[in-house]
């Protein structure tokens, strides 16, 4: 986690100690960044562990509010290893550009194929934008809403916020979300070159 | 401040020797770059000590002109600790282009929790851009004017210039700082893809 | 190969482990990246030969589909020392923009004397783009038939994918990648500017 | 000039081994790099003395065509200690955009504070495009006819190319070569945003 956090910071998708990382440590507990710490110069002590439900285990720390929307993950995928939440530029304009529609839908990109599952371009990849709130239980809602009504899920956008994802680990992780930061830069290059997506 | 100079300087935000860095030392004093110096390589050297009306103390160095800009904060917020004054892009192109109104305004971003006192992205956050001039005393009066009037100010824009931002500390002034090089990308980015602000 | 891949990894050329380099070894072989390692990190392992019909030599490892565009190459041209396989941001947006002409015209740029043979921006330099499919033969022949019909070749665009693009040695091979990639970036900033190509 | 190579390499300045540097040896001589190296990775085999006419000195290697445009500047400017040409991508966007009206202008930009000799944002600073070529002896002499007008010259654009510029000493020319480049960059990002400069 402090790797990936030095990494991502580097690459100024953490700005002013925003975004928060988790990893699975087993089927009921997460460890989980704490609230307001500079994500590129993580240490021991800016991680915390809590159970599903996002309470503290073994420590009088506080779990950040978001902790209930990486629970959630660990809770509804089995095999979730890790879950990223990163605020890059990208992916902040692309959540206002495209709330209004609620989703961005990737088709014809070779780069589909860096998401598990995906074997082709000729495939469509669709990546929701929930509106924000500071109430976590409302995002928790609208996240389990998307998945009970049995639609595929690789990583969602918060309306001028940023970007979840997840994998079996952190590898699998950072490649969703390399996959999704460069998707989402290429949609808005075609979008200002062409007038409209593609 | 010689490791705030290095980043931000890494970033091209300080190019060709612009930008100027301060730091409070006591209620009476603070330590400021010295003109003309390159930010990513500060000595001790390139810092002097003034006080609070801008006066050098213990040395024939001249302080820069725009001391006074800095002097000015430590004077109206008696708990600023650091103030950082930059020159990026995203910063220099935002003051030509917000100048006629006067101010450029954050709404429904969640980076605005990153200005300190802000707890949510349903409020409004204002950072105005004043007419540049050489003459400093010109410059003061424009930003006691604001403060005067009692509106909120956490940061300003000088057209074709840059920013000046502070905070308790270092580390929260270069939060704010980097908060709003983000924001203000963020608005040149919808503006490109909307054709107007958000 | 380690060198370029951890030098282009850096400059976001390889997102998400998407990319492939090779390098002749003789007459009669190559040898090629594997296919889902992280570029940015390569070691020997991640490291295969393969003869000119991309099958592979003293080993159990399968080569990716893509190498027979590479060995495609080393068949073709007999000077060929290195290929790169790279999926940067322009590439991939140029290559949807421009994939109904069929091919980017480069005309007027003191960088086209980067590309082996051309000495004056007095000339035209043309990049195919090739439609994208998952059935690497129907790539090859469309390579083929370009050859085939004697136009000049230096390198090529794959819809929504990336280039390939290569030379006697791997120096010149990165040569060529870098002003390949510079060229497309000019070309999209005049795009975005003039609302139409130089 | 290593260590300038070194940082402009890094920035993206000198692509696929283009332009040269050159520092002033003494009142009839000047060091220039070799065409064609990485100058990134320049070391003392890279580089050679020429004469003010541009004859290479002590040395059988044959200096680059682009040296008379090095050499003109230590003969028309007295105390310019040293020259850099680079290709960034505003800068070979800019010359296209702006070569018909045959330079760029800069008004209102504190950074323009950063050219030698200006002290205020209420200056005009001229870049002059020159049409490319091929033959020195056209570029050298429109260079001669734009100083026997009298005009000041601090730096200048040839057209699909790159930029000079030059200063007293290495440091000062970077400053210049680092301001050009911001402005340049600030007046491309008021065009797509305003549709017109500023």
């Not at 507990?29 to 809590?50: E, F, N, Y």
């Not at 530029?89 to 550009?97: E, F, N, T, Y």
Request: with cysteine; hydrophobic share 40%.
């Amino acid at each position: 986690m402090a790797t990936a956090g030095r990494e991502l910071g580097a690459l100024g998708w953490t700005p002013a100690t925003s975004s928060n990382f988790s990893m699975r440590v087993d089927s009921a507990h997460a460890a989980v960044t704490i609230s307001g710490r500079d994500k590129g110069r993580l240490g021991i002590d800016d991680i915390m562990v809590v159970d599903l439900d996002g309470h503290a285990v073994g420590t009088t720390a506080r779990p950040s509010a978001e902790t209930a929307l990486h629970t959630q993950i660990y809770r509804r995928f089995a095999d979730a290893g890790a879950v990223l939440h990163t605020h890059s530029r990208a992916q902040s304009v692309a959540s206002r550009l495209y709330a209004a529609q609620g989703l961005v839908r990737f088709e014809g990109w070779e780069l589909q194929k860096a998401i598990a599952g995906y074997t082709t371009h000729e495939s469509v990849l669709d990546l929701p934008v929930f509106p924000n709130t500071q109430d976590m239980h409302v995002l928790v809602r609208q996240v389990d809403a998307w998945l009970d009504a049995g639609k595929p899920l690789h990583g969602y956008l918060i309306d001028g916020h940023g970007i979840y994802t997840w994998g079996r680990d952190m590898p699998e992780t950072r490649r969703h979300l390399e996959a999704f930061e460069f998707l989402l830069n290429c949609e808005l290059d075609l979008l200002r070159l062409k007038g409209t997506a593609s």
